[in-house]
């Protein structure tokens, strides 16, 4: 039971910078915004969040300049996809390269650092009173560090936002059939530049949680590839930010179930083990391509940049 | 500006060489329907879309109860109480009626389901519009689409209602009920534009009458002073004999016969079902039905591209089942099938119209490479024949007009001589000399003794056109009639599936086909 516990609670750390990437790669695409750049916007937070709170010491500051910083990766492609309609499949290819150089550049003098000592105690794990008592559940869910809790707090917000909100209603419509919603008198091109930007700021935070948290010191490509993991997690979660926590705390297990094999005494490669989220990623995807519900498919007019003159 | 309530003044508007609107001028009153009549790419839809805020014009004025408005975005014109339906609805599929409404209102910015609901049943009861808000836009039928269009446009209190043709897509029933609501709507004192090229539903309707031809106004007319003839004359510049003739032929063997087709699409719904019907040679099978009743997927599957699920095509004693598409053309049954965006199948835009005859003569060469001189020899041929306008044979395709990229998908599919021509919607969009074009060009094959299956839009065109007509609702036959003894309501009513010919007995249809070999 020991062991259970303490496998689902590390499962949830380790899903956690792949939840924030999820869902900032779901508001994005849900404005009609394929950006691949995830793995680079991340990869920006990880430096930039990193640089700050090395320097300031404050936990608000660095996460805010890792989230200032995936936007401005964000920004580079909402100005190449929405303002000049460059197609959006290489602009975002462009942002993870660009992304991982940037990263390198800014942060090859902070490698092997570890993240100060007042950030590593604000977020040392907290047990929430009353629900941390629960059997089983609260050891997994409510013992965990504050990061972790704004992730459930961001699924929940932005599963709100989206479904119950008219702003996001008109989100989905932008996705959907942005002429539609043009015609309703939705203004476009800002509803994409702001959902592009904050999706950014989610990735940038996603990147945070590694150097900051996670690991917690700068390593070289600290996100490891969990941005490509991202983009295909938001297919798994069919762009649905609540089911984006279970399939973010999913591929979180997989990460990190190698060592518990290990640690069990049975004998596994690691090389195999290190293939085991790509291998489920690919298996997702051929099963979700099966998927025949309407509602459940992508935004219809996601890789497709809106003109409106367009004849 | 005395009673105008719209008034547009010299407006221009090019896209890149193309000069869509010249000078246009346009004025609407309160309280009127009036018709904008002119032929496809004479600049209605374009000039229409500037008065809804989607183009900018390049000069001009728009005057809006007599103040001149500038449109920078629809939400502007939304916000002068200007509504557009358009040709194209502009609904998302996955949300429900009621989300469509409401969508980029200003309304608090948490929903209240059910005073929503409420509001949006009141309203549609005190228009007469029926609609259940909660019902999602993918199921919704082509009729319930444009009730929910109009819905949402009076929801935004618009007092001017622009149509785009919206009459093509609806059956006679359904664009009876559409006028009913457009003349309620002028009695409460809306202006109502309404686009469209059909004679007989502007002299139905109209109030007054701008006609347009090649982006300029040519006159404003009351309906009271101006017959349908007239009104051709001025749409297309000169006096023209509109009628399609039907030619009479021998006509007694069977070309093909298909017997309990089915199939499914790839959401695993069934398309096409038991569908039974023959084609004789040297006649114009019609096929009519609401959109997406299945047209394309019968189409495709006699054509070997869409999966059969059970049934058999008989041609020449052999079924075509399970064949190849590259086999069924061999044999002798071609397809020409006019998307609606017109360049999706059957031609590759870029290329030039050599190319795309080699596309589907390569296969029959020997070699590595491809010997383009008979494919030269075939594009001037189907050039001269149609008379297709073009620089020349070595122009991409997408650089022509619509009419002309028509000419050259059936030009080159009558080139390989087929004995069963499946045409489906080869008129669409074209300009009317074009559209008589074409129907020549089908008469000509049909004397000559090919089997053609033509699926078309317009019923009138159906009816003069074709010899028996077969219609079909929801991927099933609802009926087989002889053209020349049936009317248009009572397609319309099995294009719904209300009457099913089908169904009250086998032995009906075997009468009408039997007739139809004794005359």
């Known amino acids: 039971m020991e062991a259970v516990i303490s496998f689902l609670h590390a499962a949830i750390v380790a899903g956690t910078p792949l939840l924030f990437a999820t869902l900032g790669e779901i508001i994005t695409e849900r404005s009609g915004n394929l ?36 936007a401005g990766g964000a920004l580079i492609f909402a100005f190449l996809t929405i303002t000049l309609r460059a197609n959006q499949v290489v602009s975002g290819l462009t942002l993870t390269i660009f992304g991982t150089g940037f990263a390198d550049f800014v942060g090859q003098d902070l490698i092997g650092q570890i993240a100060p000592e007042s950030l590593r105690l604000f977020f040392r794990p907290y047990t929430i009173p009353l629900l941390g ?65 904050l999706g950014g700021a989610l990735c940038g935070l996603g990147g945070a949680y590694l150097s900051l948290v996670y690991v917690p010191a700068l390593q070289e490509g600290v996100t490891a590839g969990r941005g490509w993991i991202a983009v295909a997690l938001v297919i798994f979660a069919a762009w649905n930010p609540y089911k984006a926590l279970f399939g973010a705390y999913l591929f979180g297990g997989l990460d990190i179930i190698g060592f518990r094999i290990q640690n069990l005494g049975i004998d596994v490669s690691q090389y195999f083990i290190d293939m085991l989220p790509y291998m489920v990623t690919i298996t997702v995807l051929v099963v979700v391509s099966m998927r025949k519900s309407r509602e459940k498919a992508g935004p219809k007019a996601c890789g497709i940049p809106y003109f409106r003159e367009e004849r | 500006m005395e009673n105008n309530y719209i008034s547009m003044k010299n407006i221009n508007k090019s896209f890149g060489k193309v000069v869509a609107n010249r000078n246009i001028n346009l004025a609407v009153r309160r309280g009127e ?53 358009y040709q194209h609805f502009k609904l998302i599929d996955v949300m429900t009626a009621k989300e469509n409404i409401i969508l980029g209102r200003k309304n608090s910015f948490l929903m209240n389901e059910k005073t929503l609901s409420d509001k949006i049943r009141d309203m549609s009861a005190r228009f007469g519009l029926d609609i259940d808000p909660d019902k999602k836009v993918y199921n919704m039928s082509v009729g319930e689409k444009q009730t929910l269009e109009i819905l949402k446009v009076l929801y935004r209190g618009a007092e001017i209602l622009i149509l785009d043709e919206p009459t093509a897509v609806l059956t006679p029933q359904e664009t009876e009920k559409l006028f009913k609501i457009m003349r309620k709507m002028k009695e409460e004192g809306c202006a109502v534009i309404f686009i469209t090229h059909k004679l007989n539903e502007v002299m139905e309707v109209a109030d007054r009458i701008t006609v347009l031809r090649k982006g300029e106004t040519v006159m404003t007319v009351d309906k009271a002073d101006t017959n349908p003839k007239h009104l051709t004359e001025l749409m297309m510049g000169c006096p ?27 959401e695993g719904i069934k398309v096409l079902k038991g569908m039974s019907f023959d084609i004789y040679s040297s006649e114009i099978l019609g096929v009519a039905g609401i959109a997406g009743s299945g047209q394309k997927e019968l189409c495709e599957a006699i054509a070997g591209l869409h999966p ?102 059936l030009g080159r599919e009558l080139d390989s001589r087929p004995q069963v021509l499946i045409t489906a919607y080869p008129v669409r969009g074209l ?28 019923l009138d065109v ?29 397609i319309g009513l099995m294009m719904t599936g209300t009457v099913n010919l089908m169904k009250e007995g086998e032995k009906s249809e075997h009468d009408n086909a039997n007739n139809y070999t004794s005359h």
């Open chain 1, 35 to 70: 950006n691949l750049g995830v793995e680079g916007m991340m990869l920006m937070g990880a430096v930039i969040g990193f640089m700050v709170g090395l320097n300031t010491e404050s936990t608000t500051l660095a996460l805010l300049a890792a989230m200032i910083a995936g």
């Open chain 1, 133 to 197: 008592d629960i059997p089983f559940i609260g050891p997994v869910l409510f013992r965990q560090d504050a990061f972790v809790y704004l992730g459930y707090a961001a699924s929940i917000l932005l599963g709100l936002y989206l479904y119950k909100t008219s702003t996001g209603m008109n989100l989905r419509a932008v996705g959907e059939n942005p002429g539609a919603a043009d015609a309703a008198g939705i203004n476009v091109t800002l509803y994409k530049y702001l959902h592009t930007l």
């Open chain 2, 33 to 85: 329907i009036h018709a904008l009549l002119g032929e496809n790419g004479s600049g209605k839809s374009t000039l229409m879309n500037m008065l809804s805020g989607v183009y900018t014009p390049d000069s001009g004025s728009i005057f809006i109860k007599g103040k001149e408005v500038q449109f920078a975005a629809p939400k502007d014109a939304i916000e002068a109480g200007i509504g557009m339906i």
């Open chain 2, 240 to 266: 023209a004999d509109l009628s399609i003739k039907r030619i009479e032929t021998e006509k007694n063997n069977v070309a093909m016969e298909v017997r309990n087709l089915s199939a499914v699409n790839s």
């Open chain 2, 308 to 409: 059969v699920k059970q049934g058999e095509i008989v041609f020449n004693g052999e079924n075509l089942v399970g064949k190849s598409p590259a086999e069924i053309i061999t044999k002798g049954v071609s397809l020409s099938f006019i998307p609606e965006d017109r360049l999706g199948m059957g031609l590759v835009a870029s290329m030039d119209i050599v190319n795309n005859v080699v596309l589907k003569l390569y296969q029959k060469q020997k070699g590595i490479f491809i010997d383009r001189k008979p494919a030269e020899q075939k594009s001037v041929e189907i050039i001269e024949r149609l008379s297709i306008q073009t620089p020349g044979i070595k122009h991409p395709v997408r650089m022509l007009s619509g009419g002309n990229i028509q000419k050259v998908l």
């Open chain 2, 431 to 458: 300009d009317v000399n074009s559209c008589y074009t074409i129907y020549d060009l089908l008469n000509e094959e049909k004397r000559k003794g090919v089997a053609i299956l033509y699926i078309g839009e317009d």
């Open chain 2, 462 to 490: 159906l009816l003069e056109l074709c010899d028996r007509i077969m219609v079909i609702c929801a991927g099933e036959i609802t009926g087989i009639v002889d053209a020349r003894y049936t009317t248009k309501e009572q």
